[in-house]
């Protein structure tokens, strides 16, 4: 049974011994609409040692981790455990309880909004506690997502800045299990992983193609590569080898800068996900009600499709595609 705490009152102090804590950190006092808040899950093992922090449904449609998290947080046996599996598996609950990206309160998206503000609105209060509570406790951070819109491989992405953090992040990652890799030699502003930046964390996320619903595909590698990283840290004594992804990629994080489409319509794809493809090559056109083409939209690199449109119906300004580059190592 969880308790409920006003997250100004919370410390991890008083929640330290060995053992496992169900917290829900209220945000704004309960009234006449739904208690808005970071659930959270602490497992403290019977000896210190380095803390997991995990994240899931920072979009509120990307729901693997949210089983994941709880299934691991379930099975862990914290007599054995040393140190701390720390995890919030909910932390856009408004945008959850919608099941969309971005929260119904203030149309903001999260994972843009960080480090937020303490008196701002709904989502940047999120930002804030999550940014400044939390993610500080971590010795290793991992935020799982899941592609919606956008189909994405399964994959852990990691940090390949060149920082002391990144040699970390970049080790965890290929421990993960996750067939695909992809470094980044930086991400965009106002992620989850920007608070972890800025605190000098290693960090890394983790992407799979389902989204909105739970794939019985894609979940095993969620909970193996939490338990992974918790194995990697000797929390738990569990084997986490380095091991060879299928696929290397590298290049910016930022999904923002994915080719958009300048017209509406349906779009219907010219390629497929993880597809070699030349600089200029069709990656996809968008239709007008009667199959007239009113854009066609090609590759502008070489490299990797790693992103790629999933909901053929789209608005002028929305990302079809993303073209990685490919490492051989
Ligand atoms: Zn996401």
């Given at each position: ?7 100004d009152?919370?410390r ?13 950190l209220e ?8 208690q ?18 995990a ?8 729901l ?13 046996e914290?007599?054995a ?48 506690y ?6 500080p ?59 972890a930046i ?10 799979s ?6 794939s ?8 193996d590569?939490?338990?992974n ?23 910016s ?11 509406g ?55 079809v ?9």
């Amino acid at each position: 049974m969880a308790i409920n705490i006003e997250i100004d009152q919370f410390r991890f102090a008083d929640f330290s011994g060995a053992g496992k804590h169900s917290i829900f950190l209220e945000i704004s006092p309960a009234g006449s609409g739904e208690q808005i808040g970071i659930p959270l899950l602490v497992a403290n093992g019977l000896k210190p040692g380095k803390t997991l922090v995990a994240f899931a449904a920072v979009h509120g449609d990307e729901l693997e981790g949210v089983q994941a998290i709880q299934d691991v947080f379930r099975q862990l046996e914290t007599d054995a455990m040393n140190g701390r599996f720390i995890a919030v598996p909910v932390a856009n609950l408004p945008a959850f309880r919608a099941v969309q990206r971005t929260s119904p309160i203030d149309s903001l998206n999260l994972a843009r909004t960080f480090p937020g503000r303490k008196d701002g609105s709904v989502t940047e209060r999120l930002a804030y506690y999550l940014g400044e509570l939390i993610i500080p406790q971590a010795d290793l951070f991992i935020d799982l997502h899941s592609a919606s819109a956008s189909l994405m491989p399964t994959m852990a992405g990691y940090d390949a800045s060149g920082t002391e953090a990144s040699k970390v992040s970049k080790d965890a990652a290929f421990r993960t299990g996750m067939p695909v890799m992809w470094g980044h030699s930086d991400v965009g502003p106002g992620r989850t992983l920007y608070a972890a930046i800025e605190r000098g964390i290693p960090w890394l996320y983790v992407e799979s193609p389902s989204g909105r619903r739970i794939s019985n595909v894609e979940l095993p590698y969620y909970v193996d590569a939490l338990l992974n990283l918790l194995g990697h840290l000797k929390v738990i004594d569990r084997d986490a080898p380095v091991r060879v992804p299928k696929l290397h990629l590298f290049g910016s994080g930022d999904i923002d800068r994915t080719q958009s489409v300048n017209v509406g319509g349906f779009f219907v794809q010219r390629v497929n996900l993880l597809d070699r493809v030349e600089k200029g090559r069709l990656v996809g056109e968008v239709r007008d009600l009667f199959g007239e083409v009113l854009e066609e939209v090609r590759t502008l690199s070489s490299g990797i499709v790693a992103v790629l449109r999933s909901d053929p119906l789209v608005n002028p300004g929305d990302p079809v595609c993303l073209v990685a580059e490919f490492l051989s190592d």
